[in-house]
């Protein structure tokens, strides 16, 4: 089967369109490393004396699961072969939300109404209409001026459909109106949020670009293409839809065992998707079905998921406290939370992977293992601490059967709508407590669902209801709220977690995030300790953490063993922290390091499409001596994303710094003028008069900065400092007051205020603060 090419032949080839989150995984860039800690944020002084602690031995990295077998690279074939021998899958898959999550635009596949229909929102006007065989759209492009531009191919088949639109040089953007396909109606996904054609969300925008936002997980063997000197994409793909080789891997292989029953493992596959470790499975789906930035172009069959991704750790601003989705994640963030997935249940446990639909209907899927017998009916699930009681029952619920609420996912998989009418479920499979929801804020079912009604006396039946308690150890998401919220016995919290075995690895990780707040002796130990953890995410979290810790020569000796690391987002990790030190000689280690760097740069590399993927390149060749090459990324990661100002910042500041200053300030007063709310032009350019001794004149800068962003730990405590040097002390003093009320957990701000007491002889008001932040962390080296 000759593979499909994206034909992108655009009559307006300068505008591009929108992805939306329901098909397009959204990206969280953490390994593009948005450096922005070289943009000279901290270059004020009277910030708090750098940390000193004694660097401990590193435990040797335990070996990952071993995923990858020996045989000769297989390649992709036509997946109609797939059917002679695997009839039944196939039935299952033709018709699935898999099948059929891209398609070519023609009249069979698009659903929505494109008979000269107008739709207006966000003060844009988009018309939907037909040119004989074809779909068009006229609607505003990346200039804001109206224009027609063709569909090309469709996203989805329901609860919304979603459509893919040319715009010459091989770009595919996903349009920012969607078709509701049980309302019948158009929508937008970003309604009352402003996105027009300044937007960074229009469709338009690098944001929306569908080749690199979503296509992989839309179809079978793709590949980007993009072509950096050129500026355009080659994307190609094996076949639309995620078909059979999307999770078995190209099964050229497969077809010669099946034609000489030859001895190749796994029957000529490279990976076992039925491997007894439900990791390589659970992995597998979790390519797509996660929130995570990719490490290259695809993905290799076979290797292990932190090979070629990033997935993101528990962030505030993707999860609440207890760990339930609340931005657009997916399921695996979730689903590595829970029991189940502790007790080695795997996505086919409960799903059919080929038609996509649950194995059994109503409680059914849950009462394989949850069931009056105490035991569970699936093979290789660890049914320990099941208790033998009837789930399915009002006794249980606490519900009329039929009922909402007698469902086990109405009260254990609550959810949230994204993109208008997507309904997803969230899969830690939590128990509902309204108490705690009052206590932390997190979402909880019963107040979710009865909405309206007094809290306070469902929160009383719930307790009525549940009499029974056993004493636990701290809660997760209990520490969790100590912990991001600064609170009394904060650091303890965060250290018993993490002292805790049987914690899973993606709360591990997400809690390593948080411990540079809270410093100590301790602290660093149980960094050390997870440098050897069994979970690559654990391992790169822990990296992190030791780089606030200690400085580059003293971290050479911890991280020196993770440049061999047998996964590739830990090895690029360690060679990254440890660049200033290698340019000096890691011994034994160099070489190592060498090859981890370079796998550093190719993943920069491959990613050249975007504009952080060249800002990181500025900034390692900058830290490599490679000066040369700096501003000519800088301006190209510029180029691919105009918006994008960390990479604007980083080139006013290395204009500055090459003696440009004159032609720095233009820029930066031009970029001011166009984007007069971006907050971090407006603390740049208060930091750069700093710089050159205008204090006063930074001040509305700086000012303007933290309004802008008031939850910003940066910017109001920049000002505070710059406010304290200029003699400002009470107006100081004043700003950390407030930083602190919001953000009670932000450690520079409370110590220089305690510092700025001090100074300013209100020694009473220090020795509060000290004596709380005792009581917050006691081990922190700032207090000795």
């Known amino acids: 089967?000759?593979?499909?090419?994206?034909?992108?032949?655009?009559?307006?080839?300068?505008?591009?369109?929108?992805?939306?989150?329901?098909?397009?995984?959204?990206?969280?860039?953490?390994?593009?490393?948005?450096?922005?800690?070289?943009?000279?944020?901290?270059?004020?002084?009277?910030?708090?004396?750098?940390?000193?602690?004694?660097?401990?031995?590193?435990?040797?990295?335990?070996?990952?699961?071993?995923?990858?077998?020996?045989?000769?690279?297989?390649?992709?074939?036509?997946?109609?072969?797939?059917?002679?021998?695997?009839?039944?899958?196939?039935?299952?898959?033709?018709?699935?939300?898999?099948?059929?999550?891209?398609?070519?635009?023609?009249?069979?596949?698009?659903?929505?109404?494109?008979?000269?229909?107008?739709?207006?929102?966000?003060?844009?006007?988009?018309?939907?209409?037909?040119?004989?065989?074809?779909?068009?759209?006229?609607?505003?492009?990346?200039?804001?001026k109206n224009a027609d531009f063709k569909v090309a191919y469709t996203f989805g088949i329901a609860p919304l459909q979603q459509y893919l639109i040319e715009v010459g040089d091989g770009r595919l953007q996903a349009l920012g109106v969607a078709w509701d396909t049980e309302k019948q109606r158009w929508f937008h996904l970003y309604p009352g949020q402003g996105v027009t054609f300044k937007n960074p969300l229009h469709w338009s925008k690098p944001s929306q670009n569908a080749n690199f936002?979503?296509?992989?997980?839309?179809?079978?063997?793709?590949?980007?293409?993009?072509?950096?000197?050129?500026?355009?994409?080659?994307?190609?793909?094996?076949?639309?839809?995620?078909?059979?080789?999307?999770?078995?891997?190209?099964?050229?292989?497969?077809?010669?065992?099946?034609?000489?029953?030859?001895?190749?493992?796994?029957?000529?596959?490279?990976?076992?998707?039925?491997?007894?470790?439900?990791?390589?499975?659970?992995?597998?789906?979790?390519?797509?079905?996660?929130?995570?930035?990719?490490?290259?172009?695809?993905?290799?069959?076979?290797?292990?998921?932190?090979?070629?991704?990033?997935?993101?750790?528990?962030?505030?601003?993707?999860?609440?406290?207890?760990?339930?989705?609340?931005?657009?994640?997916?399921?695996?963030?979730?689903?590595?939370?829970?029991?189940?997935?502790?007790?080695?249940?795997?996505?086919?446990?409960?799903?059919?992977?080929?038609?996509?639909?649950?194995?059994?209907?109503?409680?059914?899927?849950?009462?394989?293992?949850?069931?009056?017998?105490?035991?569970?009916?699936?093979?290789?699930?660890?049914?320990?601490?099941?208790?033998?009681k009837n789930y399915d029952s009002i006794e249980h619920t606490r519900h009329t059967m039929g009922q909402p609420g007698s469902q086990c996912v109405d009260c254990h998989m609550p959810g949230k709508f994204y993109m208008g009418n997507d309904f997803r479920h969230d899969h830690s499979f939590s128990i509902p407590n309204p108490e705690r929801e009052k206590k932390l804020g997190t979402p909880d079912a019963c107040l979710t669902c009865h909405q309206g009604k007094d809290s306070d006396k469902i929160t009383e039946q719930f307790k009525l209801w549940n009499t029974a308690s056993s004493p636990q150890a701290p809660r997760y998401d209990e520490s969790l709220w100590l912990i991001r919220n600064g609170q009394p016995g904060a650091a303890q919290a965060l250290y018993e977690q993490l002292q805790r075995s049987n914690l899973p690895a993606i709360q591990r990780a997400t809690l390593l995030a948080e411990l540079p707040m809270y410093p100590s002796e301790q602290a660093l130990k149980l960094a050390t300790k997870d440098l050897g953890n069994p979970a690559p995410q654990v391992r790169e979290?822990?990296?992190?953490?030791?780089?606030?810790?200690?400085?580059?020569?003293?971290?050479?000796?911890?991280?020196?063993?993770?440049?061999?690391?047998?996964?590739?987002?830990?090895?690029?990790?360690?060679?990254?922290?440890?660049?200033?030190?290698?340019?000096?000689?890691?011994?034994?280690?160099?070489?190592?390091?060498?090859?981890a760097i370079a796998e550093y740069e190719t993943v920069q590399k491959s990613l050249a499409e975007r504009g952080e993927a060249n800002l990181n390149l500025a900034m390692l060749y900058q830290a490599s001596g490679r000066g040369g090459d700096v501003e000519g990324l800088l301006r190209i990661a510029l180029q691919r994303d105009p918006d994008f100002y960390p990479a604007l910042v980083t080139l006013v500041q290395w204009l500055e710094a090459n003696g440009r200053t004159q032609e720095a300030q233009a820029l930066m007063v031009q970029s001011l003028k166009e984007h007069p709310d971006a907050a971090l032009l407006q603390h740049t350019q208060g930091?750069?008069?700093?710089?050159?001794?205008?204090?006063?004149?930074?001040?509305?800068?700086?000012?303007?900065?933290?309004?802008?962003?008031?939850?910003?730990?940066?910017y109001g405590y920049v000002l505070a400092v710059a406010l304290h040097d200029s003699g400002k002390v009470d107006a100081a003093c004043g700003e950390l007051e407030r930083l602190l009320k919001v953000q009670p957990a932000n450690r520079n701000a409370r110590l220089s205020l305690i510092q700025y007491y001090l100074d300013n002889g209100q020694e009473p008001k220090a020795q509060v603060l000290l004596q709380g932040w005792k009581k917050i962390n006691m081990g922190d080296p700032a207090l000795k």
């Open 541 to 595: 979290s822990a990296i992190r953490a030791i780089n606030a810790f200690l400085p580059p020569a003293e971290r050479a000796q911890l991280l020196t063993p993770l440049l061999s690391d047998p996964v590739k987002a830990v090895r690029i990790a360690a060679a990254r922290d440890l660049l200033s030190v290698a340019r000096n000689g890691l011994g034994g280690a160099q070489d190592s390091w060498n090859a």
């Open 213 to 388: 936002m979503c296509v992989e997980c839309h179809t079978t063997g793709y590949k980007r293409n993009f072509d950096a000197a050129k500026n355009t994409f080659d994307s190609h793909w094996n076949s639309l839809g995620v078909g059979c080789q999307a999770c078995h891997g190209p099964a050229s292989s497969h077809l010669e065992w099946t034609a000489k029953k030859t001895d190749l493992i796994h029957a000529g596959f490279a990976v076992d998707l039925k491997d007894r470790n439900a990791t390589v499975e659970i992995e597998t789906c979790a390519r797509c079905h996660s929130r995570r930035a990719p490490l290259g172009d695809g993905y290799t069959v076979g290797k292990r998921l932190m090979d070629d991704y990033l997935p993101s750790v528990l962030t505030r601003e993707l999860y609440a406290l207890d760990g339930k989705i609340k931005d657009e994640v997916f399921e695996h963030g979730s689903f590595a939370q829970s029991k189940m997935f502790d007790k080695g249940v795997r996505c086919s446990n409960c799903h059919n992977p080929h038609s996509t639909q649950l194995k059994a209907p109503g409680n059914g899927v849950c009462l394989q293992c949850h069931n009056t017998a105490g035991k569970t009916t699936v093979e290789g699930v660890d049914g320990k601490g099941l208790q033998a």
């Open 687 to 714: 930091l750069s008069l700093v710089r050159a001794g205008k204090a006063d004149q930074a001040m509305p800068f700086l000012r303007k900065a933290a309004q802008l962003e008031p939850q910003s730990p940066q």
């Open 1 to 144: 089967m000759p593979k499909h090419k994206n034909k992108a032949a655009s009559p307006n080839p300068d505008s591009p369109p929108p992805l939306i989150k329901r098909y397009l995984f959204p990206v969280t860039l953490g390994i593009l490393l948005l450096a922005v800690a070289g943009i000279g944020w901290f270059l004020l002084s009277s910030t708090p004396p750098p940390l000193k602690l004694a660097p401990v031995s590193t435990p040797a990295v335990q070996p990952a699961t071993p995923r990858t077998v020996a045989i000769a690279p297989a390649k992709m074939v036509d997946e109609q072969q797939c059917q002679g021998c695997h009839g039944e899958q196939v039935k299952d898959w033709q018709g699935s939300h898999h099948q059929l999550a891209m398609q070519q635009a023609n009249a069979d596949t698009l659903l929505g109404d494109f008979n000269n229909v107008t739709f207006k929102a966000e003060k844009e006007a988009t018309v939907f209409s037909r040119k004989g065989d074809e779909f068009w759209v006229n609607t505003p492009g990346i200039d804001g």
